[in-house]
């Protein structure tokens, strides 16, 4: 049982006040006062005064301190429950998704059932003088405040077990000498109120070990499957070794590191005489030998995204000890949905060599992310757990309207008539490269419209040399492309508008936003609210980076395009997946030897990004944006709008509609039904008649000023000596693209340049 006593704070308050200003006049009778009950306070209060303040307010602080904590300190489960640990994520409708870093996955057992073991392997490695002290160790914080006030700052903690436990349980790991201070005053009071084994009974039943495990019995459940009581010397030593730094050497992580730590803490129970030097070597000769829990929570790879944003925002402490709650914007009824729909197109396409899939979807006016799959299955072996939605992973054709975009901001429009036919393009080792489209066929003059609807190469390449490839790289990035290997233009060339640069989906996701947004920036967000363990809001807003980027009119060209099924009927026929039961906008890509391909569109409601292909990024069979991709972005969609209104893409003021030939671009009557509608800014209308012979792009109009962040190049910079490129990829993986290095089990980039790009 706890030793209990009665304390007038007040009067504690003001002896110790009057002890401090007995002191300040050199009086001797003050020292007499701090042989009762609460000397030591006094002492460390005198300490702190003199080293830090001069004054008696330490002594106000230390016993405001003491009567602030009465509560929680006075009763050992209020004290262990002091801290609402945990963390509770939510999805937008309140379903929970996780629960986790805490109370409910502590248990908590008495010290006779903790093995010897493990109690002197934590009291060899975190304080040695636990059953000497009184609380805190004179040597250790004098060494502490020695180390820190050299280095004007906190730097050494000096701390002995029972001021670990009450950081841990009343204080926060703010690193300042007043934290410090009413750390020391709390451990002192804890002395008085219990015993040593009591003690060390709370703190071995609080201390966090990772892996969301509080305590010595949720620790040795998490990384060894079996009670704390039958734990050995070696596991013991890991987990005592845990506790000075749970994620460094997490086991699981890093073995090495969780090896090193664990001989140390050997080397330590040798030192203190609780184990012979033969033991400490036998025991440092075995392996490390640890497992990890299976995940079942909801959403798992929107989790994490979440976590680690939590981490970045409010610190591990609030995430794993603060008790909050979290609200984020998915949607889980669609995310369940959306798992199902991956997971059952990549099972049918499981003879084509086709074993993976990543789904992201927002919504364009506020970026909320509303699905995430970041695999076909989390749980499964050697790749589950990667998240391909933030992989770097060529985006094949469905970049070209990134370079279609800059082209249009420059004077083009979808009347605008370029050549396909066969290309010359030197390269380095002074071999020619010649482009080809998908089907290797080249269908001469042809208008923007229809080469974007189609997906086709060759013009696709005019586009951007007409577009300049540092243009096009800023608008990529204005859109909300952060990739680092678009830093590197000279890497590409042009294959970068065949996809040969590297993108996450869920960057892509953000700038098909930015298309359907009408040009303002769009940056996918998956927190809505945060609330602390009381239900105060404490949610840290995302800076505003909301801005415009291109005009509304220039999107909406490029949002009419690619919702125009009938001009891709040409090379997708009249029922492909990209045809949904409302208006959409949608752009396919496929990558070299089809190692990945993707299907990324967008409604006035929904945005979703879908990537299909394999983690080793080994080749599939066959398999293209349309029949990969495509229909799992189709049914996705379908499935998300259901019940929604149908809504068209609203027409921004100042564009203007004309009927033009299909084959040049020019003009016709506009009752002429082989016509085309076709858009155009009002001040850039199109005045040449179909079959005039007048080339529409030989004097190109600016339409907008360039972006403040990169002046527009003149046509003749666009003209430049062209960079050389490898044989594209179907759906533009090619390009002259080292191969870049991945984290382990991430999609790598591709190598092999064989096949003509795809839609």
């Given at each position: 049982?706890?030793?209990?006593?009665?304390?007038?704070?007040?009067?504690?308050?003001?002896?110790?006040?009057?002890?401090?200003?007995?002191?300040?006049?050199?009086?001797?009778?003050?020292?007499?006062?701090?042989?009762?009950?609460?000397?030591?306070?006094?002492?460390?209060?005198?300490?702190?005064?003199?080293?830090?303040?001069?004054?008696?307010?330490?002594?106000?602080?230390?016993?405001?301190?003491?009567?602030?904590?009465?509560?929680?300190?006075?009763?050992?489960?209020?004290?262990?429950?002091?801290?609402?640990?945990?963390?509770?994520?939510?999805?937008?409708?309140?379903?929970?998704?996780?629960?986790?870093?805490?109370?409910?996955?502590?248990?908590?057992?008495?010290?006779?059932?903790?093995?010897?073991?493990?109690?002197?392997?934590?009291?060899?490695?975190?304080?040695?003088?636990?059953?000497?002290?009184?609380?805190?160790?004179?040597?250790?914080?004098?060494?502490?405040?020695?180390?820190?006030?050299?280095?004007?700052?906190?730097?050494?903690?000096?701390?002995?077990?029972?001021?670990?436990?009450?950081?841990?349980?009343?204080?926060?790991?703010?690193?300042?000498?007043?934290?410090?201070?009413?750390?020391?005053?709390?451990?002192?009071?804890?002395?008085?109120?219990?015993?040593?084994?009591?003690?060390?009974?709370?703190?071995?039943?609080?201390?966090?070990?990772?892996?969301?495990?509080?305590?010595?019995?949720?620790?040795?459940?998490?990384?060894?499957?079996?009670?704390?009581?039958?734990?050995?010397?070696?596991?013991?030593?890991?987990?005592?070794?845990?506790?000075?730094?749970?994620?460094?050497?997490?086991?699981?992580?890093?073995?090495?590191?969780?090896?090193?730590?664990?001989?140390?803490?050997?080397?330590?129970?040798?030192?203190?005489?609780?184990?012979?030097?033969?033991?400490?070597?036998?025991?440092?000769?075995?392996?490390?030998?640890?497992?990890?829990?299976?995940?079942?929570?909801?959403?798992?790879?929107?989790?994490?995204?979440?976590?680690?944003?939590?981490?970045?925002?409010?610190?591990?402490?609030?995430?794993?000890?603060?008790?909050?709650?979290?609200?984020?914007?998915?949607?889980?009824?669609?995310?369940?949905?959306?798992?199902?729909?991956?997971?059952?197109?990549?099972?049918?396409?499981?003879?084509?060599?086709?074993?993976?899939?990543?789904?992201?979807?927002?919504?364009?006016?506020?970026?909320?992310?509303?699905?995430?799959?970041?695999s076909v299955d989390y749980n499964k072996p050697g790749y589950g757990a990667v998240n391909v939605t933030l992989a770097q992973l060529q985006p094949g054709s469905s970049f070209k309207p990134i370079a279609?975009?800059?082209?249009?901001?420059?004077?083009?429009?979808?009347?605008?008539?370029?050549?396909?036919?066969?290309?010359?393009?030197?390269?380095?080792?002074?071999?020619?490269?010649?482009?080809?489209?998908?089907?290797?066929?080249?269908?001469?003059?042809?208008?923007?419209?229809?080469?974007?609807?189609?997906?086709?190469?060759?013009?696709?390449?005019?586009?951007?040399?007409?577009?300049?490839?540092?243009?096009?790289?800023?608008?990529?990035?204005?859109?909300?492309?952060?990739?680092?290997?678009?830093?590197?233009?000279?890497?590409?060339?042009?294959?970068?508008?065949?996809?040969?640069?590297?993108?996450?989906?869920?960057?892509?996701?953000?700038?098909?936003?930015?298309?359907?947004?009408?040009?303002?920036?769009?940056?996918?967000?998956?927190?809505?609210?945060?609330?602390?363990?009381?239900?105060?809001?404490?949610?840290?807003?995302?800076?505003?980076?909301?801005?415009?980027?291109?005009?509304?009119?220039?999107?909406?060209?490029?949002?009419?395009?690619?919702?125009?099924?009938?001009?891709?009927?040409?090379?997708?026929?009249?029922?492909?997946?990209?045809?949904?039961?409302?208006?959409?906008?949608?752009?396919?890509?496929?990558?070299?030897?089809?190692?990945?391909?993707?299907?990324?569109?967008?409604?006035?409601?929904?945005?979703?990004?879908?990537?299909?292909?394999?983690?080793?990024?080994?080749?599939?069979?066959?398999?293209?944006?349309?029949?990969?991709?495509?229909?799992?972005?189709?049914?996705y969609m379908e499935m998300a709008h259901a019940g929604m209104p149908i809504k068209e893409f609203p027409v921004p003021p100042g564009v203007v509609f004309a009927k033009v030939c299909a084959s040049d671009?020019?003009?016709?009557?506009?009752?002429?039904?082989?016509?085309?509608?076709?858009?155009?800014?009002?001040?850039?209308?199109?005045?040449?008649?179909?079959?005039?012979?007048?080339d529409s792009q030989s004097k190109p109009q600016p339409i907008i000023e360039a972006r403040a962040e990169a002046p527009v190049e003149q046509v003749q910079q666009a003209q430049a000596p062209i960079q050389?490129?490898?044989?594209?990829?179907?759906?533009?993986?090619?390009?002259?693209?080292?191969?870049?290095?991945?984290?382990?089990?991430?999609?790598?980039?591709?190598?092999?340049?064989?096949?003509?790009?795809?839609?």
């Amino acid at each position: 049982m706890a030793k209990r006593s009665n304390i007038n704070f007040d009067h504690v308050i003001a002896d110790l006040k009057a002890i401090a200003h007995d002191m300040a006049k050199g009086s001797r009778k003050s020292w007499g006062a701090l042989t009762s009950h609460y000397s030591r306070i006094a002492i460390l209060s005198i300490t702190f005064l003199i080293v830090i303040t001069g004054s008696a307010i330490a002594i106000d602080m230390g016993m405001t301190t003491m009567k602030a904590n009465q509560r929680n300190i006075s009763n050992p489960e209020s004290l262990m429950n002091s801290k609402n640990t945990g963390t509770t994520i939510l999805d937008r409708n309140g379903e929970v998704l996780f629960q986790g870093y805490g109370a409910v996955t502590r248990h908590n057992i008495p010290l006779n059932e903790m093995p010897d073991s493990l109690k002197n392997a934590t009291l060899a490695t975190e304080d040695p003088d636990f059953y000497q002290h009184g609380g805190f160790s004179w040597k250790g914080t004098t060494r502490a405040i020695i180390a820190d006030l050299r280095h004007t700052g906190m730097v050494q903690g000096g701390s002995t077990i029972t001021q670990q436990l009450v950081k841990n349980t009343l204080l926060t790991n703010e690193k300042s000498f007043t934290r410090k201070y009413k750390e020391a005053v709390l451990a002192v009071d804890m002395e008085r109120r219990y015993s040593k084994d009591q003690i060390l009974q709370m703190y071995l039943n609080t201390i966090y070990y990772g892996q969301g495990a509080y305590g010595v019995e949720s620790a040795a459940q998490t990384y060894f499957n079996k009670p704390a009581k039958e734990l050995t010397l070696e596991e013991s030593a890991l987990l005592a070794g845990l506790a000075q730094s749970p994620s460094r050497y997490d086991p699981n992580v890093d073995k090495q590191a969780a090896k090193d730590r664990r001989d140390y803490v050997l080397s330590r129970m040798q030192e203190e005489g609780y184990i012979t030097e033969s033991i400490a070597n036998q025991t440092a000769n075995k392996p490390v030998v640890a497992g990890m829990r299976k995940i079942t929570i909801k959403a798992p790879h929107f989790v994490f995204f979440v976590l680690d944003e939590l981490r970045r925002k409010y610190g591990p402490d609030i995430v794993e000890k603060g008790g909050i709650t979290v609200t984020t914007t998915l949607d889980y009824k669609k995310q369940e949905a959306a798992e199902q729909i991956v997971k059952a197109q990549v099972e049918k396409l499981a003879s084509r060599n086709a074993t993976n899939s990543g789904l992201v979807a927002v919504t364009p006016n506020n970026g909320d992310i509303i699905s995430m799959v970041g695999s076909v299955d989390y749980n499964k072996p050697g790749y589950g757990a990667v998240n391909v939605t933030l992989a770097q992973l060529q985006p094949g054709s469905s970049f070209k309207p990134i370079a279609y975009a800059t082209a249009f901001t420059k004077g083009w429009n979808g009347a605008t008539k370029v050549d396909d036919k066969p290309m010359r393009v030197p390269q380095y080792d002074g071999t020619v490269y010649e482009p080809k489209n998908y089907d290797g066929k080249f269908r001469g003059q042809m208008t923007l419209r229809r080469a974007l609807a189609n997906s086709f190469n060759i013009p696709a390449i005019e586009v951007l040399k007409y577009a300049g490839l540092p243009d096009t790289i800023t608008m990529a990035h204005s859109l909300g492309i952060q990739a680092p290997s678009l830093t590197q233009p000279d890497r590409y060339g042009l294959s970068l508008v065949l996809g040969g640069g590297e993108v996450r989906p869920l960057d892509m996701a953000g700038v098909y936003s930015t298309f359907a947004n009408y040009g303002t920036t769009v940056t996918p967000r998956a927190i809505k609210q945060v609330k602390d363990k009381y239900g105060d809001d404490i949610t840290k807003p995302a800076p505003n980076t909301s801005k415009q980027v291109i005009d509304p009119r220039v999107t909406y060209m490029v949002t009419n395009i690619l919702s125009d099924n009938k001009t891709r009927e040409e090379m997708f026929g009249t029922n492909s997946p990209l045809k949904l039961s409302r208006p959409a906008a949608v752009k396919t890509g496929t990558t070299n030897d089809y190692r990945d391909n993707w299907a990324v569109g967008y409604t006035p409601d929904i945005v979703t990004a879908v990537w299909v292909g394999n983690n080793d990024h080994s080749p599939m069979v066959n398999v293209d944006g349309v029949t990969g991709a495509a229909p799992i972005w189709k049914d996705y969609m379908e499935m998300a709008h259901a019940g929604m209104p149908i809504k068209e893409f609203p027409v921004p003021p100042g564009v203007v509609f004309a009927k033009v030939c299909a084959s040049d671009g020019g003009l016709v009557d506009q009752n002429d039904p082989n016509g085309v509608t076709e858009v155009f800014l009002a001040e850039s209308q199109e005045t040449r008649r179909c079959g005039s012979g007048s080339d529409s792009q030989s004097k190109p109009q600016p339409i907008i000023e360039a972006r403040a962040e990169a002046p527009v190049e003149q046509v003749q910079q666009a003209q430049a000596p062209i960079q050389p490129v490898d044989e594209p990829g179907r759906g533009g993986g090619g390009g002259n693209i080292p191969p870049q290095p991945e984290p382990p089990q991430a999609p790598q980039a591709p190598n092999k340049k064989t096949n003509p790009a795809a839609p």
